[in-house]
């Protein structure tokens, strides 16, 4: 089995509560992509931009932005994921939904909702996500939830095989503000050194419904907190592959992820 994940990251500016326009604009991105991509991903809300407008806005399950990743993914043979609105009970969700080329699909609704309103429209979700691709597991997770360690502290495995870490990358889908980059890049950077892993941060660019302007930064962080990819201001599609030798050879070099402290115990869904 091959170590390497070929992962593309797609920043870019989102059409405000415009879900036909951005889902055709999404749809020209994905089919532009070489074909040796296997992972591809989009930012939080990636058909409305961070928007209240619940009511109006949101889908259920069986709705057409779901089916269309369905399509999406088969037709291009990539595992895609991005966060929608979804109401479900009557109840709404941040999703972040991880969908296979082959229909199936795991979801996570974001945890951490932002006190400037998103905690008032939307229901916070009690699971974390960890799934599986080639060998790959993968932490999934939406914006402000990069603020909060402890949902994201590697939960450390033991079974026949001896202790093991819970993942191998985070990734954080994100409408996250210029105004508040100096956090988002520390932040993304803590994450990967404190629990050993790769992290991917895959932002928007351009001004939302409510005049704040994003400048984007998307990054790629490996084990050591090395940045391997930023972009500012502008739209950009890139693709790189992660490298689980690399991460090994961290982790076998500076096991300190054995000595991590257990505080939380969650149920994670996985999908392979």
């Known amino acids: 089995m091959s170590t390497l994940l070929h992962v593309t990251l797609i920043q870019s500016n989102i059409y405000w509560e415009d879900k036909k326009r951005n889902v055709d604009m999404w749809q020209n991105k994905l089919q532009s992509l070489p074909n040796a991509t296997e992972l591809v991903i989009l930012p939080e809300m990636f058909t409305t931009g961070f928007s209240m407008q619940t009511n109006g806005l949101?889908?259920?399950m069986e709705g057409p932005t779901v089916q269309w990743m369905k399509v999406m993914a088969k037709n291009?043979?990539?595992?895609?994921?991005g966060s929608i609105i979804i109401e479900e009970k009557n109840y709404y969700y941040n999703r972040l939904i991880w969908m296979l080329p082959n229909g199936e699909y795991a979801y996570y609704d974001k945890r951490h909702l932002f006190f400037a309103n998103e905690n008032k429209y939307y229901t916070p979700g009690q699971k974390r996500l960890v799934t599986s691709v080639k060998g790959w597991k993968i932490l999934l997770l939406i914006c402000y939830d990069l603020r909060f360690p402890v949902w994201s502290s590697?939960?450390?495995?033991?079974n026949a095989t001896g202790k093991h870490p819970e993942y191998?990358?985070?990734?954080?889908v994100a409408n996250w503000p210029e105004a508040r980059m100096l956090a988002w890049r520390a932040l993304l950077q803590a994450r990967a050194i404190e629990n050993q892993c790769y992290v991917i941060g895959v932002n928007r660019i351009g001004e939302d419904g409510n005049r704040l302007?994003?400048?984007?930064?998307?990054m790629v962080i490996d084990p050591l907190g090395a940045i391997l990819y930023c972009k500012k201001h502008e739209e950009d599609i890139f693709s790189m592959q992660l490298d689980k030798e690399h991460l090994n050879t961290v982790?076998?070099?500076?096991p300190f992820w054995k000595d991590a402290d257990m505080f939380?115990?969650?149920?994670?869904?996985?999908?392979?």
């Open 251 to 254: 982790r076998q070099s500076f």
């Open 76 to 81: 291009q043979r990539i595992i895609l994921t």
């Open 168 to 172: 191998d990358a985070i990734i954080y």
């Open 58 to 60: 949101a889908e259920t």
């Open 154 to 158: 590697q939960q450390i495995q033991n």
């Open 264 to 272: 939380i115990r969650c149920n994670s869904g996985d999908v392979t």
């Open 213 to 218: 302007y994003h400048s984007g930064e998307s």
